[in-house]
């Protein structure tokens, strides 16, 4: 069978991450934290396949595709979690567990963002913790996909 796949898909604004606003999403960057997950999805006998897209129709079709051969996704929406009822219905058609992480706590910013209509379909939610939120959610489904 193999090691369970996941998919990390980032939404709009990620590829500038460590360079937008530092004091907020930090200092790393994109391709510093998908290679550091990768390393870690190995050791944890998982293959991470990543993913970034600023446009709405590509996370639905990204989410789409991962359907067919990934087993979780831990996905961060940016700004389409506020609102995008595409991408909701794309992550409630995903028949494996999902993660929805956000690097900022979405709670302690503008009103607009406190509402995350893409969390009603991920089974957790992880905000605030800075990139560290990644690593959470791929230990976490790291032992419910061993537990499964």
Known sequence: ?????????NGPNMAALGEREPEVYGS??????????????????LVLESLQTDSEGGMVAAIGR??????????????YS???????DAMRAFPGPVVEVHISNVHAREAYRRRLLTAEAADVVICGAG?????LA???????????
């Open 1 to 9: 069978m193999g090691p369970h796949r996941i998919m990390l898909l």
């Open 28 to 45: 790393s960057s994109l391709a510093s934290l998908e290679e550091e997950l990768c390393g870690r999805a190995e050791k944890l006998g």
């Open 131 to 135: 990139a560290d939120g990644y690593r």
């Open 138 to 148: 791929l230990e976490h489904l790291a032992r419910q996909l061993a537990e499964a």
């Open 66 to 79: 991962a359907r067919r051969d990934h087993r979780a996704l831990i996905v961060n929406p940016g700004a």
């Open 82 to 88: 506020h609102y995008s009822i595409a991408v909701l």
